[in-house]
């Protein structure tokens, strides 16, 4: 035992692109493991507040809402990461700043466009999933976030790409702290639903401006004073980097609303008190992806920046150790949540002990989804925006078709499993796809050097 740990140690010190990834992922791990003790501790002091039908119907508002902006605002965080990253590695400090230019211009007017369509369509989430039309104030409360994260995106790129790790996880430790102290005041208040959706809203707040005056510290630090006067007409392929944009947006917003969007359709096919232990069934599955889900974040940089560079064989490394160290965590916490899951679900309540089955289903596919977690990412750096979009795709529709056929009859385990499924087959597709990419980039190579011998 001895010996394979020092053996990791000594791997971990001699691959400096692991290390690199391991030391910022150690920042926003660390910042989001509090966060997460917080949150289950507000999830806890929410749901004893409000009881299973009010925390539902708490559900039901913050994933409208969450999931409108999904689908019409314009997430630019993967166009910074690809493209102002490839210019940073060129050294083209010009380029680099027009496409943070273009990113944040963008961003912000789709966000104020995608306000304007969630205040029109407020009336469907009041009568179809909150089943209660005199609810509509408290969806218009809550849908302020979207203009709290602006260009929150495009920031979070910015902030990646130029190495400010520590920076954005300050930024989410204090949003974390002040909302759950604000629902611990709730609680102690006896504080109404109201009070709570204002805690959730002021941390969104934070976590939206914060990114956003960190990141226009670091492009004048990074790119100087003068970033934002950078014309658009210097863009190496404008038809390009909009293709890119229009797919990640689809492909991600198809990927966010397929899981994201389970409390809407639980509600609408069942009732608001399915929707409650549904909620609590997936936050006991959030300390899983959220040490992997850091990943995500430090490794596709370091993808992106072997790809341009052509570096092989550093990529592949990369992705098996960190493959391997995500299969690991996984594995852990299964065997974890196996045994001390209904002694966990306990805490929200002796009734919630009943989505313990749900919530083991739902760990089998983040659980795939979570070993696997750069199958997508991987592709957006090879510039295959197109084939995460037709996967996922193709796989929601599959999922939301069955779901109207399955989940009345067979309830919330039944959804469970059709998401599951689909994390098993769209990530199993794309991490095939992905290592093709490679192998087939590793032969044009070594065929373009034996013909320069």
Known sequence: MKAWFQKLLNIVKEDVLLKRVLRNTSYLFSSQAIGMVLAMGQSVLATHLLGASLFGLLAV?????????????????????????????KKDTLKAAAVAKAALLTESITSVLTYGVFLLVIPIGTNLFAKNPTTSSLFQVYGLFILANLCNESATGILQITNRYKIQAAINLTQSIVTAGLIGVAFLMHGSILFVLWAYLIGKFIIGLGSVIAALIALHQKLGRDWWKAPFSIFPSIKEMAAFTVSTNLSGTIKMLVSGSEPLLIGFLLDTQAVALYKIATSITEPLMIPISQFINTTFPEMTRSIVQRKWQELRTLLRRVTIISGVWTLLFTLGMLVLGPWILSIWGQKYVAAYPTMMILLVGYGISNIFYWNRTLLLSFGKANIPLYVLFAGAVIKTALAFVVVPPFGMAAEAWLLSGNFAITVGLMVAIGYSLIRKNERLDQQKAEAAA
């Open 61 to 89: 508002v913050m994933t409208f809402a969450t999931n409108v902006n999904r689908l019409f605002s314009f997430r630019m965080g993967e166009f910074v990461i690809q493209f102002m990253g490839k210019e940073l590695v």
